[in-house]
């Protein structure tokens, strides 16, 4: 088959891994452009015929540009790993499938030093910046603003939505996804040496890997916080 072909075929296999839950939607989403970077790629090879190029035109050393190829467009070679890790999965799919003889794709290690080994970790506030952020947000939902500005009860309630958002994602550092989908059933606050915890609970069908997991984080009075102003919200005549 061709490259684009062999691209689709693979996409619907992933599509049903959504649909049974194996990998979120949005995980999709970032499958299909790292696919499509590989076709542009192939397609800017010298004498490429893009997407009419079959499948067995490529060499087992077909990937040994892409490096560059990417860091061309400004691109972190922490993203270009993980492209490259994307592109030896399609190809493990089309070998296994039978479309081509090649097993997997050979590249140059890429290595990360000095910042862009901080980019491998999820990006983190400093203390200044946590700060920073904090004391704005208290500004953003003080009374005294939303008066000034006129605010009613739904507005204000959304500042506060905002404000808790920041404050619980940066004490426990949980993704996006799992942030929109936390319940309150899946979280404990408690007492512990003069601080106030908070027990989260992930569950596996909100996690990016389908995996479960408990933290204890501080910042538990923010969750506690929130849960008191919903409940006055929701109540409320």
Known sequence: PTLTKAVEQYLEVR??????????????????????????????????????????????????????????????NVTIRNELAMFNALCKFCFEEGLHD????????????????????RATYTDDEYKRVTKALR???????????????TDV?????????FLIGANTMMRVGELKQLTWNNVETFNSNGQRLARVTVRAETSKVRKSRVIVVRGGEHFDRLKKLAEEFFTAD
């Open 102 to 121: 090649t097993a997997y794709w050979n590249y140059p290690k890429i290595t990360t030093r000095g910042v862009e080994v901080d980019e491998l970790r």
């Open 139 to 153: 500004l953003y939902t003080s009374k005294k603003l939303a008066t000034a500005q006129r605010l009613d009860a």
């Open 15 to 76: 599509k049903k891994d959504v649909e049974r839950g194996a990998i979120v939607p949005n995980r999709l989403v970032t499958i299909k452009a790292m696919l499509n970077n590989f076709v542009r790629y192939v397609g800017a090879k010298p004498s490429s015929k893009s997407r009419v190029m079959r499948l067995s035109d490529l060499d087992k050393k077909c990937l040994y540009g892409y490096q560059k190829f990417r860091q061309n467009e400004n691109i972190k």
């Open 157 to 165: 309630f959304i500042r506060q939505v905002i404000r808790h958002y």
